[in-house]
């Protein structure tokens, strides 16, 4: 889903140089927050580099709330119909969690990724909306905010009910010989099964990977409380077993630094981007219940046709002076009918190459979190390996005593 290398943090690469390839590279920065209580809320800076010539300047900084960007995102998606709208992070529903340091930067870390697979992205990074939002300014992205009402707003992060719902009128449609209106196309259906199967595997990784990050942090919760255990008692001691208890006390207060840490690293590198793709899945099926839509209608357009056609026959030979009228309503229709064949076709043609670019870029981030989840793995057993091996000397010399 992002085309460009990335740096650690989730931003494009710079380009080398002003005169190379054309670029568009966005930074989301400095979340502060702003206001009190229920109107409190997070602001960035969104910081854009470019040599488009229809940008205003190499580089232009504004600021940007988390509203900004579900305007963006439900712009793309009514534009951009077969087109797989890049997931924004969660809004987190607990209050106590919604201004923590972690969650903030959870936030930015996401919001970054999001408008960065925009701008990497062949079709969308052409797009007015997103060099609005680039380049905007604080008030007037604030009255675009208050005229729209997306799509997503009717529904808020239900794209799973949007897609139940489409798929329940789709069925519920009926032509010709009681045949559902709904694609049979094998590779459509390969398509969804597909996509079902994959939610549910990544939601289960998810699931897994939360609690892995939860049991780090929980023994190095216990890590630390046994550190302050064994110092004290060391303190009561004398002599080298008292050593060997602080010792062993400031051993274990390390190590809980250390599963602290890695903890938060697991979290980022391998959590989010799990959940990250779990977010892109429901992206994927929020453009299947398009598609089917689309189909719909195209089909509803055809049977339509079809009797208008019946009844100008009809008209041709019983109500000659009701023919002229009948022709319009029918040339209007079949144009109608037209248009929303070459939609569904682009939807078609735009899903195809969307499931490729998709499938690569999980191919590729998927590996980078595997691959930082067990280097982590490794440098804490490592880290842990260590502290104990160094102890246990002085523990043996006490016990041998």
């Known amino acids: 889903m992002i085309n460009t290398q990335r740096s650690a943090s989730g931003s494009s690469q710079s380009p080398r140089s002003p005169s190379s390839q054309p670029y568009l590279s966005v930074s989301v920065t400095d979340p502060v927050k702003l206001g009190n209580g229920v109107q409190a809320y997070i ?7 470019t040599n488009f010539p229809e940008y205003q300047g190499p580089e232009k900084i504004v ?14 998606f009514e534009k951009y119909k077969g087109i797989f709208i890049p997931p924004l992070p969660e809004k987190s529903a607990v209050e106590k969690f919604r201004f923590s340091a972690e969650f903030i930067e959870m936030r930015r870390q996401g919001l970054d990724l999001f408008v960065n697979r925009i701008a990497s992205h062949p079709e969308l990074q052409q797009s007015e909306d997103l060099k609005t939002f680039l380049q905007a300014d604080e008030e007037t992205m604030e009255r675009l905010r208050s005229q729209d ?13 949007i897609f139940k719902d489409v798929q329940s009128k789709v069925s519920d449609v009926v032509l010709g010989k009681e045949k559902p209106v709904e694609e049979s196309n094998p590779e459509y259906e390969k398509l969804k099964h597909y996509i079902f199967e994959l939610e549910n595997h990544l939601a289960e990784a998810q699931k897994h990977a939360y609690r892995l990050v939860k049991r780090h942090r929980e023994l190095g919760e216990s890590l630390s409380d046994f550190g302050k255990a064994a110092k004290l008692l060391g303190a009561c001691e004398g002599d080298a077993l008292g050593k060997a208890f602080s010792e062993l006390g400031m051993k274990s207060e390390a190590l809980s630094v250390k599963l602290q840490r890695e903890a938060h690293q697991l979290l980022m590198n391998f959590e989010e981007p799990l959940k990250d793709y779990v977010r892109a899945v429901q ?17 509803e357009l055809a049977e339509t046709m079809k009797l208008k056609e019946i009844n100008l026959d009809k008209l041709m030979l019983t109500r000659s002076d009701k023919v002229g009228e009948a022709e319009i309503e029918y040339k209007e229709l079949k144009a109608e009918s037209e248009d929303s064949t070459r939609r569904f076709e682009t939807i078609v043609r735009l899903m195809n190459e969307e499931i490729v670019r998709f499938q690569e870029q999980k191919t590729l981030d998927m590996g980078i979190a595997f691959h930082n989840f067990s280097k982590g793995q490794a440098r804490l057993a490592s880290s842990i390996a260590d502290a104990w091996r160094t102890l246990l000397p002085k523990l043996e010399a006490c016990s041998s005593s």
């Open 43 to 49: 602001s960035y800076r969104v910081i854009t580099k």
């Open 63 to 76: 600021i940007r709330r988390y509203s900004d960007f579900v305007w963006l995102r439900d712009r793309l």
């Open 149 to 161: 009402t997306g799509y997503f707003k009717k529904k808020p992060a239900d794209l799973m009910q």
């Open 283 to 299: 992206s994927i099926k929020a453009t299947i219940a398009e598609r089917a839509n689309a189909f719909r209608q195209q089909c």
